[in-house]
C-alpha cells in the first residue's frame, strides 16, 4: 500500500511521534488513520466494523497517555488495528493474521505497547487493576487504563474487577466504549441501563449551562451542587459505577477528538479510579460497516469501492450450518429443546433458529458461566438445553461444567464449535483442550464427527441421551459429505472400520490407524500407500472397547489421530483402554503438540503439525519402518 495517500500517518513511527502533532492535526491523522485500516483490511481480512469505531479513541489515548509507560489493556483485542499501526507496526500491517505475520489480537510478545495478551472478553479491569497496585507497589507513577467495550461488560470477571478495584487507592481509568454492540446485538438489563444513559446527555449539556448561569452566585452555584448529587441518580443513572467507588464521567463522543482530548487530560490528573463512558459507532466512516457491521465484523479479503459481494460458486456447506440446521429440524420434533448462545448467535449458527424459534433462544450475553448453569437449570426441569459454544470459550464455564451439569447427570447437550486450530484468529481460539478436559469429567460423554453427514446424526444421538454430552466440530467445512435429511442418530460410543488392511506384503508392518473426527480424511488417504486399516472411532468418550481389542488383536501397532492436545487426548484414552485390558501394543499418539500455535492459514498449520496426509505418512514410516 502506497504510503503517499497518508502523509501524517507515514510521520508516525511510535506514540511518541503522535504526540509531537499539533492538536489541530490529530484529526487528519484520524481521517488517514481510518481509510488506511479500511484498505489494510480489505487487503488481509480481519476484524473492521470494531476497529472503524475506535480510531479517535486510539489516537486520543496515545496523544494523552504517555504510552507504553503508561499501560493501555485492549478488551477481547479486536479493536486494536489503529493501536498496531500506531505503535510501529504499520509496514507490517500486510502480513495480519497470516502465518509468521503480526496477530489480530495484542500479545506482549510482539510489541512492547502490547500491555497485556487478549482475545477473549471482560479481562481488562482485572489486569490493569493489577498493573496499577503494581505500581504503586513499586513507586512507580504511571497510570493503567482498561478500554472495554459495553458487550464485554456484561460479564461476571468485568464486575469483579470493578468491586475490587472500587476500594483501590491507585491510578486505574476504565474506559467504556459504548458502541452498542458486541458482536451479535447485545443483550439483558444492562444494554437497557447503558441505552438510559445514553439519553442523560441533556443533563450534562443542562448541567454545564447551569453551571455557567449560576457562577456569579456562589451560594447558589453550592446549593445546585448539593441537589445535583441527590437528583444524579434519578436523571442520569451513573450511579451504578459509582457504587462501586469509581467517579463516573460522560458520556461523551467518542468520535470527537475535541472532547476526548480535554476529557482525558482533565481524567490524567485525576486521583483514584475513574470510569469514562465514551459513545462510539461501529464501522465509523465506511458507510457500508455502519449499515452492516455484524457483515463486516470479521470480512475476507474485499474490494472497499464495492463491499462485500457472494462468492461466484456458493461455498462448501460448513460445521456451523450443518448445526445450525440440525438446531432447526429437531426443534421442531422435540418441544422440549431450546438453544442457548453466550453472544454468539452468528458465529455459532443460531440466526435462522432464533428467528423460527424465538421464545425457545436464549442468548445470555458474553457470559460463558452463567450459560452453562442456567442450561443445568432448564434441565432440571425436563427441557433438554443444546448450549452452543465455541470450544476456547467453553473452557471458561469449566467449573459449572463439572459442578452444575456433570455431578448432576443432567441431559445438556454442547455443541463445542471451533473445535481444533482456527486458522487467523490463532491460539487464543483454538479448541485444542476440549478432548482432554472434557473426557475426564464422570458422566460426560464426548463425539467426535468426522464430516458433516456424521455431525448432524451424532448430534441427533448426543440429544437422545440422558447425561450431558459435547460433540465437537471444527471451523469451516469437512469432507462435504451431504448430511442426511433425517434425524437418525448413530449408536452411542461405537465406532466403524473404514478401510481394512490389504496384507499383500508380508513383511510389513500390521498398522491400524486409529482416527477421531475430521483427520479421517487425510488418514484414509495416507492409509493406502502405508496399507493400514483405518477406523472411524467417532467417540472419544466413552471408547469403543470392543472394537479397539479386535483391531488392536489383529495388528503389530496402533496409531491414533486427533485435532486436539495429545496429552489427555483421545490417544491417551486408548492407552488407558489397552491397559485396562491387558493388551500391549505399540501406540503412536498423533494430534497436537505441548505447543501454543499461532495464527496462519488452517491447511498449512495442519501440514506443519504433521497432520495432513503426507504428515501422517510420515510419521507412521518414521516409527514403524522396519
Not at 467504556?176 to 443533563?203: H, T
Not at 481524567?267 to 458507510?287: A, C, E
Request: charged share 20%; net charge negative.
Amino acid at each position: 500500500m502506497s504510503t503517499t495517500s497518508f502523509p501524517l500517518l507515514q510521520t508516525i513511527n511510535d506514540p511518541a511521534d503522535l504526540r509531537q502533532l499539533a492538536r489541530a492535526d490529530l484529526k487528519a491523522l484520524a481521517a488517514e488513520l481510518r481509510e488506511f485500516v479500511l484498505h489494510s483490511v480489505s487487503q488481509t481480512g480481519g476484524h473492521l466494523s470494531s476497529n472503524l469505531g475506535t480510531v479517535e479513541l486510539t489516537v486520543a489515548l496515545h496523544h494523552v497517555f504517555n504510552t507504553p509507560e503508561d499501560r493501555l489493556v485492549w478488551d477481547v483485542g479486536h479493536q486494536t488495528y489503529p493501536h498496531k499501526i500506531l505503535t510501529g507496526r504499520r509496514d507490517r500491517m500486510h502480513t495480519l493474521r497470516q502465518l509468521g505475520g503480526i496477530s489480530g489480537f495484542p500479545q506482549r510478545a510482539e510489541s512492547i505497547y502490547d500491555t497485556f495478551g487478549t482475545a477473549h472478553s471482560s479481562t481488562s479491569i482485572s489486569a490493569a487493576l493489577g498493573m496499577a497496585l503494581a505500581a504503586k507497589r513499586k513507586g512507580e507513577n504511571r497510570h493503567a487504563v482498561a478500554i472495554i467495550g459495553d458487550g464485554a461488560m456484561t460479564a461476571g470477571m468485568a464486575f469483579e474487577a470493578l468491586n475490587n478495584a472500587g476500594v483501590a487507592d491507585c491510578n486505574l481509568l476504565v474506559v467504556l466504549n459504548d458502541n452498542d454492540m458486541s458482536i451479535s446485538p447485545p443483550v439483558g438489563a444492562l444494554n437497557r441501563y447503558l441505552a438510559q444513559l445514553m439519553s442523560g446527555q441533556f443533563y450534562a449539556a443542562a448541567k454545564n449551562v447551569g453551571k455557567t448561569v449560576l457562577k456569579p452566585v456562589p451560594p447558589l452555584l453550592e446549593l445546585a451542587k448539593r441537589f445535583e448529587q441527590q437528583a444524579k441518580g434519578m436523571v442520569v443513572p451513573a450511579t451504578l459505577f459509582e457504587k462501586f467507588g469509581f467517579n463516573y464521567i460522560g458520556p461523551i463522543d467518542g468520535h470527537d477528538l475535541d472532547s476526548l482530548i480535554p476529557t482525558l487530560e482533565n481524567i490524567k490528573s485525576l486521583k483514584g479510579p475513574q470510569f469514562l463512558h465514551v459513545v462510539t459507532k461501529k464501522g465509523q466512516g465506511y458507510k457500508l460497516a455502519e449499515a452492516d457491521p455484524i457483515a463486516y465484523h470479521g470480512p475476507g479479503k474485499f474490494d472497499p469501492s464495492v463491499g462485500l459481494t457472494k462468492p461466484a460458486t456458493p461455498p462448501k456447506q460448513t460445521f456451523t450450518q450443518v448445526f445450525g440446521q440440525w438446531l432447526c429440524d429437531m426443534a421442531a420434533q422435540d418441544q422440549r429443546l431450546v438453544g442457548i448462545t453466550p453472544a454468539m448467535r452468528e458465529g455459532s449458527g443460531m440466526v435462522e433458529f432464533e428467528k423460527r424459534f424465538p421464545e425457545r433462544y436464549y442468548d445470555v450475553g458474553i457470559a460463558e458461566q452463567h450459560a452453562v448453569t442456567f442450561a443445568a437449570g432448564m434441565a432440571c426441569e425436563g427441557v433438554k438445553p443444546v448450549v452452543a459454544i465455541y470450544s476456547t470459550f467453553l473452557q471458561r464455564g469449566y467449573d459449572q461444567l463439572i459442578h452444575d451439569v456433570a455431578l448432576q447427570n443432567l441431559p445438556v447437550v454442547f455443541a463445542l464449535d471451533r473445535a481444533g486450530l482456527v486458522g487467523a484468529d490463532g491460539a487464543t481460539h483454538a479448541g485444542a483442550y476440549d478432548i482432554p478436559f472434557v473426557r475426564c469429567i464422570p458422566n460426560m460423554g464426548m463425539a467426535c464427527p468426522a464430516d458433516e453427514r456424521e455431525c448432524r446424526q451424532l448430534l441427533t444421538t448426543a440429544f437422545e441421551q440422558n447425561h450431558p454430552v459435547a460433540v465437537r466440530y471444527p471451523r469451516g467445512s469437512g469432507a462435504g459429505v451431504a448430511p442426511l435429511a433425517g434425524l437418525e442418530g448413530l449408536p452411542f460410543g461405537k465406532g466403524e472400520i473404514r478401510r481394512e488392511r490389504q496384507g499383500t506384503d508380508a513383511n510389513a508392518p500390521r498398522i491400524a490407524i486409529l482416527s477421531f473426527g475430521t483427520l479421517l480424511y487425510p488418514a484414509l488417504e495416507a492409509a493406502e500407500s502405508l496399507d493400514a486399516t483405518v477406523v472411524n472411532m467417532r467417540w472419544a468418550k466413552p471408547i469403543d472397547e470392543a472394537l479397539l481389542r479386535d483391531v488392536a488383536e489383529r495388528h503389530d501397532a496402533l496409531v491414533t489421530l486427533e485435532e486436539g492436545a495429545i496429552q489427555g487426548g483421545a490417544g491417551s484414552a486408548v492407552t488407558e483402554a489397552l491397559n485396562t485390558m491387558g493388551i500391549v501394543r505399540p501406540v503412536l499418539q498423533l494430534g497436537l503438540p505441548d505447543a501454543f500455535i499461532e495464527h496462519g492459514d488452517p491447511a498449512k498449520l495442519l501440514s506443519l503439525q504433521g497432520l495432513d496426509a503426507v504428515g501422517i505418512r510420515k510419521a507412521i514410516e518414521l516409527r514403524f519402518s522396519r
